[in-house]
C-alpha cells in the first residue's frame, strides 16, 4: 500500500491564481481531512469528509473548496490564492468504522509546501 | 473548546540523556492523546496514543501516560539517540459527535535536537 499520497510537493503561485492541491488514499478509509500547519501554530483543520459526497468545514475553511467523488480522492482547492495561504498542507486518513480501536488513528501524507507570491 | 499545550522548544540534549516533554490539555468528555513524530523534509507519523485514562503508549523507546487527573500526556524516553532529533507534536482527538467530525488538535509542537 502506498497509504497517503499528495502532489505536488511544492507549488508557488501568484496572489489570484488558482490550483487543486491533490490527495489520495488506498487503505478504503472513509474519513479524509485537509490541515495546514504553520510556524508555532501546530495543524489545523480545513474540512473534512466522513465518506464519498459528505464534506463539512473544519477550523479555517476561507479561501479553500473540497469535494469527495470517490473514497480515494480527497481534492483541496485553492480558488484565488493570498499570500496568506502559504503554508505547508497535509492530507490525513482513518477508518470509518468507530467500533475499530483505531478509527481515530490518522495517517498523513508527505504534505505540500505551498508558497503564495 | 479542545485545546493541547505542550512546552516550547527548542529542546537540546546530548546522546543518551533522558527526554520529557510535557504536553497538557483542555477537552471535554474523554478524548484519545497521541504524540507525532515529525522528522525533516517529511509528513507526520504517530509514535504512540492511548485510548482512556492510566493507559500507556509505548512505541521505539518512547511512553506516555493518559492522566485524567492532572490532564497530561507527557512524552519520555530514557536514551534519545541523535536519530530521535525532530519536532514532535502532542494531539488530541475528539469522539466525533453527531457530524462524525474526527479532527485532531495539535499542539505547537517540540523541536528536539540530539547531539553526539
Known amino acids: 500500500n502506498a497509504g497517503v499520497t499528495q502532489t505536488p510537493k511544492f507549488q508557488v503561485l501568484k496572489t489570484g491564481q488558482s490550483m487543486t492541491l491533490q490527495c489520495a488514499q488506498d487503505m478504503n478509509h472513509e474519513y479524509m481531512s485537509w490541515y495546514r500547519q504553520d510556524p508555532g501554530m501546530g495543524l489545523r483543520l480545513i474540512h473534512y469528509?466522513?465518506?464519498?459526497?459528505?464534506?463539512d468545514q473544519g477550523e479555517v475553511p476561507n479561501g479553500y473548496n473540497v469535494s469527495r467523488s470517490t473514497t480515494e480522492d480527497f481534492p483541496l482547492r485553492l480558488l484565488s490564492a493570498a499570500p496568506s495561504q502559504t503554508s505547508v498542507y497535509f492530507c490525513a486518513s482513518s477508518e470509518g468504522r468507530t467500533i475499530s480501536p483505531s478509527y481515530n488513528e490518522q495517517f498523513f501524507g508527505p504534505g505540500t509546501r505551498l508558497t503564495v507570491l | 473548546g479542545d485545546s493541547v499545550t505542550q512546552m516550547e522548544g527548542p529542546v537540546t540534549l546530548s546522546e543518551e540523556a533522558f527526554l520529557t516533554i510535557n504536553c497538557t490539555y483542555t477537552?471535554?468528555?474523554?478524548?484519545?492523546l497521541f504524540w507525532y513524530v515529525q522528522y525533516p523534509g517529511e509528513g507526520l507519523q504517530l509514535l504512540l496514543k492511548?485510548?482512556?485514562?492510566?493507559d500507556k503508549g509505548s512505541n521505539k523507546g518512547f511512553e506516555a501516560t493518559y492522566r485524567k487527573e492532572t490532564t497530561s500526556f507527557h512524552l519520555e524516553k530514557g536514551s534519545v539517540q541523535v536519530s530521535d532529533s525532530a519536532v514532535y507534536f502532542c494531539?488530541?482527538?475528539?469522539?466525533?459527535?453527531?457530524?462524525?467530525?474526527?479532527?485532531?488538535?495539535f499542539g505547537s509542537g517540540t523541536r528536539l535536537q540530539v547531539q553526539p
Open positions: 477537552a471535554t468528555g474523554y478524548p484519545s
Open positions: 492511548a485510548t482512556k485514562a492510566d
Open positions: 494531539a488530541l482527538s475528539d469522539r466525533g459527535g453527531d457530524t462524525g467530525r474526527r479532527a485532531l488538535t
Open positions: 469528509s466522513v465518506g464519498a459526497g459528505i464534506t
